[in-house]
Structures are given as C-alpha cells and as structure tokens.
C-alpha cells in the first residue's frame, strides 16, 4: 500500500517539475511516507527525521505522510519544531497546498476516503507489477490493530476506477497487477443500476487484457473468501496459485480476544477448497506471537497449525501494543523475551517449511516474471508463481516472463536457467 502511495506521490511531484533524487542534502523536497502498524516502525520514523533534518538543505521542505501522521497529527510539530507538513494516508493529494504557501505548517489527517485516488495524476510509465488499491480502510476491528484508526472504515473504490487504472497500468508497462487491500477479497462495491462487483468481477475483467499475464491480491481476510472468488482459482489461469491469507494465531481463544470471528475447522475447509480449485496453490500467512493472555498451550497451537498448513512464506510478528486498540488495555501483557523466543521457534519452523518447499521446486519448470537485476548485475532476478526469487546469470534481451528451468534452492531463493 505504501509501495503504491510512494509512486502516486512521485508522480505528482514530476507533475509540479520535480525530480528525483537519492542525495537528502539536495533535495528541495522531503516526505517519509509512513507505517504505524507496529511501534517500531514508528519509533523509526522519528529517529529517521531527525536524522533528516540535520542532512537537509535549510530551505528544504520536509514532513510526513501516512499512518505515523495520522496517529500523531499535531504532536509531530511538537517534536520536530521544523517540520513543514503532516498528511494523513488519505490527504497526502493535499501536499501541492505547501508548494503554494512553503511558509504555513500543513496539517490534515482528515478521512478523505477515496478522494486521493481521483485528485492525483497518473503514473507517466507503470512498474512491472502495479499495485492497485481497490478499497481503504477496513472495517473488522481486530482488537490488535490501529488500521480502523489510521485509514478509517472499509470504502471500496468503483469498478470503473479500478479498471480505469488497471488498463491504464497495462497500457503503459505492467505485466501483473496486484490488487492491494487491507480487506481486499471484501471488495463490494454497487452501482448507480444496483448491480454489485465483488474482487472475482475485477479479477475476470483484469485476465481480459492481453498485456496482463499475472494477477494476485492481498491481503484477505479468511471469511471474506466467498465461493465465486475460490472459483476463479479454478478457472482463471493468469490468477498465481499462492495467496496470503492471515490466520495469526492457532489458537481458538486468541482468535476470540483478537474479534477474528472465524473457527480454526472453518478456516481450514477454505483451505481444503482452494486446494480443491487449484491443486498447487499454496498459502502464506500473518501470525502475531505474545498476544495478552497467550499460554505456552496457545502458542503450541500455533506452531501446530503452521506445520499442518505447511505455509511457504510468511510474516510473523510479536505482538505491538498499539494507541486506540482495545488489546493494548486487555491484562496479562506477554513480557518481551517471552515474544522474543516464541517469534524465533516459529521463524525457524516457517523458514525450514519453506526450505522444504523451495527444494521440492527443483527441475519443475515455471513461468516466471522479471524483477531486475541483482546488485552485483551478475544475475538476474525473477519471481516464479508462488512469490519465490530465482536467480538466473544475466544475459542480454532478457525477457519479462520466461519459462525457468529450478536448478538449485535454498531457503531465501531458487536458482534457475531459462528454458526458452
Ligand atoms: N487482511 C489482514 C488480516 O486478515 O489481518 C490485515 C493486514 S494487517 C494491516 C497487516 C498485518 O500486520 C496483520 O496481518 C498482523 O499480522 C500485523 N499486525 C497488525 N497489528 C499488529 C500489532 N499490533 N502487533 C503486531 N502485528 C500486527
């Protein structure tokens, strides 16, 4: 999502004459486009301005966006005094009212909603892989986490201006699309004649452009996963066989006190049925480990549904007590080295799975979609079907997608040739 505003907001600038620049002491314009999922991330922002500010050029306009913006608001000013702007993830298309008045501090961390999407303009040339938003916010108040406060309630964009942007994307570089969403496959929108376009409507409509070979989306929430979007697993081929779908913890009680209203036996028959659609889908997860009140027994269930599931490449965090979330207030907070080790015995169960899975990719044949080079520009890098980095040697008029040919794996990534 960040990923996604980041290129927006390059593009505005380009808009206003700007151009990019690597070098902080000579940029006329500076913005830390910002997470607060966890309170590392956050902390990072702040040490990371203040760094900023003694790099910067005296005349040199510096703020931030984002959810660290939103969360914060006027208490950024406070702490770093010369900061010139704060905008929320849904008012960062207010950025052009500092270039008029450089001299007024702006603040706006109002709920726009999807007011960003229509008053930016469009990337001059696409990425590869486009990330487009097809909603905002989210509206199922997990007790964990600050999203509901930060981007505000779930808003699905129009078909029209997603597929607006997905051809856009298409006709000027993109190969695959990623529709992004912190709720994604709860993608409703209904128009004006009353007829309804779920996630599956946008994915048929997307596999329609000859330019586009692959699609995905992320991130699903388990219970949105509706039988018309397990279809399309089933019957469109440029849909990847590998989806993101968080589970967290695999304890049922944890479940509960996070409100994730879905049983684990549900969870694992939407497993069972996309398995049913598409053989050789595999599945990733989010999990939080030292959520409050979780036992040596809960986090056991959770090393116990990571290996059933066999999950080939996951996020796992320790719990962040984050401000305007219900779970900060709840009793029995985990103390840290508790996290600490139960995070390291899950890494080291998801990473050996993951192994496992990379090395059963050897002498299977892929198609595979280019990233760029690697920094040593000795080889290049591609991402198979199922998210994983190939690395092929480097030769000239590579092209974007190519049949691989995996000849070694490890942990991190395969090691292939191409095939045609
Ligand atoms: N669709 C996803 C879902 O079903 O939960 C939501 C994506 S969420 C914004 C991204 C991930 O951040 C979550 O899946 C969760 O694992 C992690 N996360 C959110 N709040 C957290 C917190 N307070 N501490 C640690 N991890 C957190």
Redo the contacts with the bound molecule.
Sequence with gaps: MNVYDGFRIAAMLEHHGFMRTDDVSDADIIILNTCA??AKATDKVFSALGRIRRAKKTSALFGIVGCVARESGADAFRRIPDLNFVLGPQSYHKLPDILENPDARLLNIDLGGLEKFDALPQMQTSPRVAYIPIQEG?N?V?T????PYTRGPEISRSFESVMAETIHAAKTGAIEICFLG???NGYKYTDKNGKTYRLSDLIRETAKIPEIMRIRFT????TEMTDDLIDMFRTEPKLLPFLN??I?SGSQSVLTRMN?PYSLKLYCDIIHKLKSARPDIQISS???VGFPGESDDDFEQTMKIAKQIKYINS?S??????PH?A?ALMPDQIPENTKAARLAQLDTCLNEIQREFNESCINKTFACLLEGPDKTGRHLVYRTPFMQQCIVPACDNAPAMAQITITAANKASLRGKITD
């Design positions: 999922v966890r989210c199922h997990c964990y986490c600050i999203v912190q709720n994604v991130s699903s929430y388990p779908m968080p967290q994730r989010d999990f939080i996020y965090f320790k719990y962040s007590p984050r979330t779970a």
